[in-house]
């Protein structure tokens, strides 16, 4: 279910790897709790973001949720078919439902994330609370 | 689940059948109520199109009964009774002095001294209390909540899947108009009331028969495409349609007259709870009206959002909403008299950012004849 090659946050963004650029979205846990995605807000190349901080929101017909940057740097791409098709997140949320391609500005950052043994150990954790 | 008051929340006799289908169950208003079962905008689409059937058992419902019941309701509700045949149902409000609703209801005639109101879920022991109170005149008044469930099957193919199941044939049932009929074996009150701008009836019955009845109407609806709706569909249908929510569009502090429910008061009737005031805001003016609006922007107005009016903070959003038939962003506020006529340009705060809006006329959408 959850791409071992990934790293995740327990806000429930995933980010993928490759050299300094790290692309980011949102898991298939979160698109489910969300429900139907109806609309989605993405910086822009060459805005910064900062780990922890809201960098964008994503909202469904119910609800507005904030997406929290895994990582700090600056922003290199974002995926501007979420605008016409919001619906991606839903149907292909760790794939073409990509968010953002950040320039990783602090590598030590990475080491705060879970793999994807341990997201799946904390999402059991948060089913059962 | 648990209320925040830390308190078990309140369940419908069909909590079970819910949560075995897989339905998203949330709090509302102290009740665990499912938001969802296949996706909002699925079930929304479903009820425009074909069918969908909601538990809205949580509901509250109160008899007023006795040769005094007509005088205490007279008096209580802005709407005028008296108008009311047996088996009619009329669209009201319980009254406070300051011309505001205690609630907005749905008040039932089953025979001059015998009534029947149906009232918000989180409202209904706050509107039982006042009608207690208001009841210098001796009539018979219960809480008799425990005693129903309630179903709403609302949609063009509402009535072809009833016909199925229901006896006498609810086909010549009028709109606002009820009776004592049976669905699925079961006997309880049925109208032909809604509260998502479809063609639909609602269902009275006692709580026992809660699982068979909703099993037996969702088999015969299937082939007509009738799947179950929550309550986050109910709301962004009700939105749509343009009908107030209590504690969004109606509240202690607004007046009928500014929630545009002018045709639920009667005037002419006599005397009931804040008819002066109202009478004087009739004659005044209001200084504030519900509008409807749409987004001109991409981004959806969500309830409780600033409004802003030439560049001056004006109230904030009551409700909002992305609508799933629409496909528009949609929301309700409140704007002083002036700024309330079509194709006003006007601001909805988002996030610190000011987005483009533009007044329309309510309700948004209208069913097709």
């Known amino acids: ?129 | 689940m648990v209320a925040p008051g830390g308190e078990a929340l309140k369940r419908t006799a069909l909590n079970a059948a819910h949560r075995s289908s897989g339905a998203k169950m949330v709090d509302y208003c102290g009740w665990e109520m499912p938001v969802e079962y296949s996706g909002i905008t699925r079930e929304h689409l479903a009820v425009r199109t074909a069918a969908g059937l909601f538990d809205v058992s949580h509901m509250g419902e109160i008899e007023v009964r006795g040769p005094q019941a007509l005088a205490l309701l007279q008096h209580v509700t802005c709407n005028d009774v008296a108008r009311l045949q047996d088996s009619q149902a009329q669209y009201s409000a319980l009254m406070l002095p300051n011309g505001s609703a205690i609630d907005d209801c749905l008040v039932h005639r089953f025979a001059s001294d015998h009534y029947f109101l149906c009232v918000n879920a989180a409202n209904t022991e706050k509107d039982y209390a006042w009608i207690v109170q208001c009841n210098s005149l001796g009539a018979d008044v219960n809480n008799i909540s425990a005693q129903y469930s309630q179903i709403a099957l609302q949609g063009p193919r509402a009535l072809a899947i009833l016909r199925k199941v229901a006896e006498p044939d609810p086909a010549d049932l009028k709109y606002y108009w009820f009776r004592k009929a049976r669905c699925a074996g079961v006997e309880g009150i049925l109208a032909r009331t809604g509260y998502t701008g479809e063609d639909g009836f609602e269902f009275y019955f006692p709580p026992a028969s809660s699982v068979h009845v909703w099993n037996t109407l969702l088999d015969a609806g299937k082939p007509e495409g009738l799947i179950p709706a929550g309550l986050g569909a109910r709301n962004t249908l009700r939105l749509e349609a343009g009908f107030p929510l209590y504690g969004h569009e109606l509240d202690v502090e607004i007046t009928l007259l500014e929630a545009n429910l002018g045709w639920i008061t009667k005037f002419g009737k006599g005397e009931f709870l804040g008819r002066q005031v109202l009478w004087q805001q009739h004659l005044a003016g209001v200084p504030k009206r519900l509008i409807g609006f749409e987004m001109l922007d991409r981004a959806p107005a969500r309830d409780g959002y600033p409004v802003v009016i030439d560049g001056k903070k004006s109230g904030k959003v009551t409700s909002g909403s992305p609508a799933p038939f629409l496909k528009k962003n949609i929301g309700m506020a409140y704007a002083p008299p002036e700024d309330a006529q079509m194709g006003r340009e006007i601001q909805i705060e988002i996030r610190g950012r000011l987005a483009s809006a533009r007044v329309v006329s309510l309700p948004f959408y209208k069913r097709p004849k």
């Open chain 1, 1 to 129: 279910m959850y791409p071992p090659e990934f790293l995740y946050t327990k806000e429930h963004e995933w980010i993928r790897l490759d050299e300094s650029v790290g692309t980011i979205g949102i898991t298939d846990y979160a698109q489910k709790e969300l429900g139907d995605v109806v609309f989605v807000e993405l910086p822009k190349p060459g805005d910064h973001m900062t780990a922890g901080e809201s960098f964008g929101t994503v909202e469904s017909v119910k609800a507005v949720s904030e997406l929290y940057a895994p990582v700090s740097g600056e922003v290199k791409a974002a995926n501007s078919k979420l605008q016409n098709s919001p619906e991606l997140v839903n149907s292909d949320p760790h794939g073409e439902a990509w968010m953002v391609r950040v320039e990783i500005s602090d590598r030590s950052e990475i080491d705060k994330l879970m793999t994807a043994d341990q997201y799946e150990a904390y999402l059991q954790q948060e089913k059962a609370h």
